[in-house]
């Protein structure tokens, strides 16, 4: 690792050069934890549960062996928090182990993380590969989480694609303090962290096994747990569920777990718990981008009510005077000040009902920007159900602004970030013309733009959107050729039939020709 720096008063990179600030060999960099959490749940799991509808047994494997003659995957307690920009699921186990050494930092445990967001045309009630259970209707899941030692087996599926990834997903292991955490941005797991649902489930995890999990048998053997029930002769499907232990509110795990029924082909149906009410808290409040006359404030709260913030000069309380601004009611808040003094100290002060003051100090720029942001690498992935994803990269933190055929679909006001990712709804086949336009807090513009081409045969009822190719009132849909060009091949044709048949009357045999 190579850590540089650039001149103090230089707006250049480097100013040309590198000011070393770590030697060119391996190095070590240590960063605080700045993230600030709040935590929103904490629940006691029954102990000694760890037998899945009742009378789970343990492999014969001495791996699985513990001091206390088991609590490998018996959870005793569950945290729930988040920051403004994750959400942390923290599992406290009876035993841990790390005998297979596995980079997370745990062996033996498989956890997954069914999260209902609430009512959706999308959710899914089939719990992921090797589970062996479905999610109640009424607990319909919209994203999936699954975790294990392995980090190649820690992925988030969304309901709504089908798509998996482990982007945006940390799974580590503490053998010493017996616990299992998961970090999930919300990016990934969603926002509404408070006012979710979940269900919690732990088995066993077996890097050969259906989606990692370990196979619950009428018997026990050397590498699998008993005290289940054998596949259906019929079908040779396993009904019974591999899940050992759920996290749960109260009793109920068992009664659950034992609903399958393998000669009715029928799965075991889980539901989970609910996040309690909250008091309302401000926290993550930071200062996104500052320039000359403006700045960019962000901070989260835990109760969706509207916020409002006041700005002064440092050390000055607000006054009726002074700046004021409000947001709309949610857990995601961001404002632009504008008008600021440039070079010079402003304090601002967030307020919410039912919780004390957040203040954050920021300085104005003494240089007025006038660079706008390079607009990088845009491109449009057009997904199997017709929507499709936008993405683009700005140099520096900027707002959003995507048009398609000149129609705004989506608009970000402020200048957050320089990431940028965008899913339309369902468009109808055609050609489309794509722009976007991102603005630094400077108020500096730029764009870029291109065309894409959706061919996904999606029914869109209703859609206004129309394909630039059909965008001219009185022309039919393009066939992919044009009547003019099909009059030229025509004609093309006949030229050359003709040409053929004169060659062929001119080279007749004669009276004399030996051949005739």
Known sequence: MKVVTSWRDSLSYGDGMDAEMAPPAPAEMVLPDLEQWVTLLELDDAVGDETGDGDYIYPLATDFNTPNGGGLWDATHLTVRQSAWNAQFILTMSEMTDIWGLANGFSHQIVQIYVDQGETSYGRTSMLTG?????????AWEVAISGTGEPGAVQAVQAETGSASARGIDVTGDVDAKTITFTVSKD????????????IVIGSQDGFGTGKWRDVMEEPATWTLGGGANPAEDDGIEYDPNIIDVILEGDGQASMLSGYDVAGHTYAQLTGFEMPEVPQQIFGASVDTVTSSSAVITWSTTVAE???????????????????????????????????????????????????????????SSVIDETPPDVLNLAADVLEDGRVTIAWYTSESATESVLINGDSVHEDAFATKKNHVFTTEVLQDGVYT?????????????????????????????????????????????????????????????????????RVRGHEPGDEDPWQ
Do not use: C, K, M
């Not at 050390?315 to 409000?326: E, V």
């Open 131 to 139: 589970a062996n259970a479905e999610v109640h209707p009424d607990w």
């Open 188 to 199: 990934v797991i969603g926002s509404d962290i408070p006012n979710y649902r979940y269900i």
């Open 306 to 364: 509207a916020t409002s913030i006041h700005v002064a000069p440092a050390g000055q309380t607000p006054t009726s005077s002074d700046a004021s601004l409000s947001t709309s009611p949610g857990t995601d808040h961001a404002v632009t000040l504008t008008d600021l003094s440039f070079n010079t100290s402003y304090w601002a002060h967030i307020s919410a009902n039912g919780t004390d003051d957040v203040i954050v100090w920021f300085n104005t």
């Open 434 to 502: 794509l722009e976007v336009v991102s603005a630094d807090a400077s108020g500096n513009v730029n764009s870029s733009s291109l065309s894409f081409t959706v061919n996904a045969g999606a029914d869109v009822e209703g859609d206004d959107s129309t394909p630039v190719d059909e965008a001219d009132d009185g022309v039919e849909p393009s066939s992919g050729v044009s009547n003019t060009t099909l009059q030229l091949v025509a004609l093309v044709v006949v030229v050359l039939v003709l040409l053929a048949f004169l």
